[in-house]
T-cell receptor, first 114, second 112 residues
Framework: DAGVIQSPRHEVTEMGQEVTLRCKPI?????LFWYRQTMMRGLELLIY????????DSGMPEDRFSAKMPNASFSTLKIQPSEPRDSAVYFC????????????FGQGTRLTVV | GNSVTQMEGPVTLSEEAFLTINCTYT??????LFWYVQYPGEGLQLLLK?????DKGSNKGFEATYRKETTSFHLEKGSVQVSDSAVYFC???????????FGSGTRLSIRP
């Protein structure tokens, strides 16, 4: 398996623009997580899905952030409108929902909002 | 709720020194415990794991033992190398919620 695949790897956008980050989880995994990493806040869990259903989105910072998982092999994280403080590395991870299994991370998307 | 606390960084050591990074946890039930490593510019990778009390996880010379009595999972390595320079995250699985909870990370730098 190719692992968790995220795209794009890097994104530079202007403030106010819409940004969409994409994630393909490992085949057969039924839990998917979106994290944000910054120097100031470290690694933050934004939202996670089980079997394509959002379970906990309490980490989503504002209404400008939204995430979808239309099927088991694809998820998006959208920011609209983007702001400079959204600049961070965004990670997607997936795991099997069997108890106590580890999560596998993608390479991340480095987002810069100017 | 469930949580993970790990030692503040950065930690700077000389090559071949002994490494300990402390990690303690708070959890209900019987979580699995993990150490992840993040090299510069990369995502997090699983380094080792332990799924029950007294289990020892090991990989690449690193070890950690699941201590239920002290609720700890300290990471150790007997002789570090420059290539071990990275950020290390302690984590636990939250069985009730099917999610992974991470500590704040510890940056490790090894001097030649």
């Amino acid at each position: 398996d190719a692992g968790v695949i995220q795209s794009p790897r890097h994104e530079v956008t202007e403030m106010g623009q819409e940004v969409t980050l994409r994630c393909k989880p490992i085949s057969g995994h039924n839990s998917l997580f979106w994290y944000r990493q910054t120097m100031m806040r470290g690694l933050e869990l934004l939202i996670y899905f089980n079997n394509n259903v959002p379970i906990d989105d309490s980490g989503m910072p504002e209404d400008r952030f939204s995430a979808k998982m239309p099927n088991a092999s694809f998820s998006t994280l959208k920011i609209q409108p983007s702001e400079p403080r959204d600049s961070a590395v965004y990670f997607c991870a997936s795991s099997s929902r069997a108890m106590n299994t580890e999560a596998f991370f993608g390479q991340g998307t480095r987002l810069t909002v100017v | 709720g469930n949580s993970v606390t790990q030692m503040e960084g950065p930690v700077t050591l000389s090559e071949e020194a002994f490494l300990t990074i402390n990690c303690t946890y708070t959890a209900t039930g019987y979580p699995s415990l993990f150490w992840y490593v993040q090299y510069p510019g990369e995502g997090l990778q699983l380094l080792l794991k332990a799924t029950k009390a007294d289990d020892k996880g090991s990989n690449k010379g690193f070890e950690a033992t699941y201590r239920k009595e002290t609720t700890s999972f300290h990471l150790e390595k007997g002789s570090v190398q420059v290539s071990d320079s990275a950020v290390y995250f302690c984590a636990l699985s939250d069985p009730g919620a099917s999610k992974i909870i991470f500590g704040s990370g510890t940056r490790l730098s090894i001097r030649p």
